[in-house]
């Protein structure tokens, strides 16, 4: 309890803000023991995602202390001189975290620019190459709950951080003092609208879209900051302006009308739903609070809506970007976890295709000529001839791209389901799910990995399990990570792994199903009895 309490009273004294100060003064009033222990008894690690976490007091918490430090950090490792952007979304406490990363910045003897609006990551990854900075910061999680915020590391490559920069940066973390006698500076730019924005915006117009524009799209920005800028891109590319969800147009940080502001979610995307069938719309689409990823729905032949997977929707704009780009060395890629279909897609159209580990940062580590890149979980990546405007997963640019694919099927009396059929019937029918299990307790995750490397299954679904990967040691020219592969009879694969943002064991499932002269629609059906029958089995077999 004396370490602690110190511990507490010394982050208290050098906390800049009195929201904070106050949490600890009434928990050391209390001497409440255990929520100094969930405080101060562990840390959020920086590490290749930056830092995310609830917000509140001490260093297991996002802060102004916690984001001054990584601020430190970032400084020392880059020197003076350098030039760091800063985004920032919608939620609590983001506009503060990027002022105060600009005033350490800048008293550290660097150069940081501001924008000037809560705008997209994806705008934010753009301008870091776009100005030819050396690094950028976002403030943003993405599509965690509320209570949550995070800081994510750019490098000047316009790309999230990758080892050892994320070392380096958390020894210069760790050998931050306290930030009460850090130089603060006051003198940054500010990036207005035509900054940055505008040049953005002109360079997703020159995205593959294709000629076709007549299309009306339902969408919702689930109460984040991608609205206002989607609208825009809409407009600037020649499309009808979507139709908005008003209850979840504007940024929000309690994001009152849903339980996670994740579209992936159950329920997220209800009103979207509701909007469409109430408008006739001939395309739903969705962005995360912060706008890096983009969701997909459209219209059943029988009435109502279906929401297409990540695998999905990234298969077809893969597609979409190799017909309407040129030249021999062009590249797609995708990760591990993602569905096989798109390296026969990739054979198919005579490019190259590389796989890598899961996040954004090693997809755009693949190589030159890359024009594609997807994770199942919602995030794209398109390009032109000329390259990918954003180094990331970007929300905005990808629903511009399948409203220009769905507008031509549409001119052609077809449907996005048409589509994914045509595919079906020359590639076979890739087939994906999820099984997510959130928990309180991170030490459960742990130990269903133990069990599952010290026993694993023989059979899962009546397949036999034909190899077991443990990526950790490193697997097909991968770098170690925490997962298990498994590869089973009949085509069927099981990846198991924990998430990397949040309290979750995450495993991936796919199953593929020959069409030929099968029905698409029995094939589907086929396909999804197995799935569900794999995910019973692993359910029993992970035991959580």
């Known amino acids: 309890m004396t370490d602690l309490v110190r511990l507490a009273r010394e982050w208290r004294d050098q906390d800049p803000d009195p929201d904070t100060r106050a949490e600890l003064d009434a928990i050391l009033d209390r001497q409440d023991l255990d929520a100094l222990e969930d405080r101060f008894g562990a840390k959020l690690e920086f590490g290749t995602a930056g830092l995310r976490g609830a917000l509140g007091a001490g260093p297991n918490r996002m802060n102004r202390v916690t984001v001054m430090r990584a601020a430190a950090g970032l400084a020392r490792v880059l020197g003076p001189g350098r030039h760091v952007v800063i985004g920032y979304d919608g939620r609590h406490k983001s506009d503060v975290f990027a002022a105060d990363t600009a005033r350490v910045l800048t008293g550290a003897g660097l150069r940081a620019s501001v924008m000037a609006g809560r705008w997209p990551t994806p705008v934010l990854a753009f301008a870091v190459r776009h100005l030819g900075a050396d690094a950028g910061v976002m403030v943003t999680a993405s599509h965690n709950p509320p209570q949550d915020n995070g800081y994510k590391v750019y490098w000047g490559d316009g790309a999230q951080i990758v080892p050892p920069i994320d070392q380096d940066i958390s020894a210069a973390i760790d050998a931050t003092g306290p930030v009460d006698a850090l130089p603060l500076g006051d003198a940054w730019t500010t990036l207005g609208h035509d900054d940055i924005v505008t040049p953005y915006l002109r360079a997703l117009t020159a995205l593959p879209l294709g000629d076709a524009r007549a299309i009306s799209v339902a969408y919702t920005p689930l109460h984040g900051v991608g609205g206002a800028t989607v609208s825009e891109a809409f407009r600037a590319a020649g499309f009808e302006v979507p139709v908005m969800v008003g209850r979840q147009a504007m940024p ?293």
Not at 326 to 341: E, H, K, N, P, Q
Not at 348 to 356: K, L, M, P, S
Not at 500 to 520: A, I, R, S, W
């Open 252 to 544: 929000d940080p309690n994001f009152p009308t849903v339980a996670f502001p994740n579209p992936e979610e159950p329920g997220a995307m209800d009103l979207a739903l509701e909007l469409a069938a109430a408008t006739r719309a001939d395309l739903v689409l969705a962005n995360d609070p912060d706008a890096d990823r983009c969701a997909v729905g459209t219209p059943l032949p029988g009435g109502g809506y279906r929401m297409l997977t990540g695998d999905e929707v990234g298969g077809l704009l893969a597609e979409h970007v190799l017909r309407h780009t040129s030249g021999g060395d062009r590249l797609v890629a995708t990760s591990i976890v993602s569905s096989s279909l798109l390296a026969k897609i990739a054979a198919d159209h005579g490019v190259r295709h590389a796989e890598t580990l899961t996040g954004f940062k090693w997809i755009m580590k693949t190589g030159p000529g890359l024009v594609f890149g997807y994770e199942e979980a919602l995030g794209y990546s398109v390009g032109s001839d000329a390259g990918l405007p954003v180094h990331d997963k970007d929300g905005v640019g990808a629903a511009l791209a399948v409203a220009g694919m769905a507008a031509a099927a549409r001119r052609e009396g077809r449907s996005l389901l048409d589509l994914l059929d045509d595919q079906a019937r020359r590639y076979g029918l890739h087939a994906t799910t999820q099984l997510s299990v959130r928990v309180e307790d991170l030490s459960l995750i742990a130990k269903a990995m133990e069990r599952l490397r010290a026993n694993p299954p023989a059979r899962l679904a009546g397949r036999a399990v034909e190899s077991a990967e443990d990526l950790s040691r490193g697997v097909a020219g991968l770098p170690p990570t925490d997962g298990l592969r498994y590869r089973l009879s009949g085509d069927a694969r099981v990846i198991v792994r924990p998430s990397g943002t949040e309290p979750k064991l995450k495993c991936y499932l796919e199953v593929v199903v020959p069409v030929g002269d099968e029905d698409v629609a029995e094939a589907r059906a086929r396909a999804a009895a197995d799935l569900e029958a794999l995910k019973q089995d692993l359910a029993t077999a992970l035991a959580l």
